[in-house]
C-alpha cells in the first residue's frame, strides 16, 4: 500500500483511496475475464450450500476437516 507516502492527507483518506485504487483495478481483471479468486469463491459457495443443507445433527460437535 502506498498510504503511508501521502503525508498531506489524513491516514483514513490515503486507506480509503488505497481500497478504491484496489476495487478498480479488481474490476478491471474481471472485465477481461481474468479473476484470480473465481474459482476459490465457488468451491466456498458450495462449501456453504452443503452446510445449509445438511442436517441439524451432523452439524454439531467439533468440525472437521474434510479429507
Do not use: I
Not at 476495487?23 to 469463491?41: M, N, Q, S, T, W
Not at 467439533?62 to 479429507?67: A, D, E, H, L, S
Request: net charge positive; proline share 6%; with cysteine.
Amino acid at each position: 500500500m502506498t498510504a503511508h507516502l501521502a503525508p498531506n492527507r489524513s491516514l483514513a483518506e490515503a486507506l480509503a483511496c488505497e481500497a478504491a485504487r484496489y476495487l478498480d483495478v479488481v474490476e478491471v481483471f474481471a472485465g477481461c475475464g481474468a479473476d484470480p479468486h473465481a474459482a476459490k469463491r465457488a468451491r466456498a459457495a458450495q462449501a456453504r450450500q452443503r452446510e445449509d443443507r445438511s442436517p441439524a445433527t451432523a452439524r454439531t460437535g467439533v468440525r472437521r476437516w474434510p479429507r
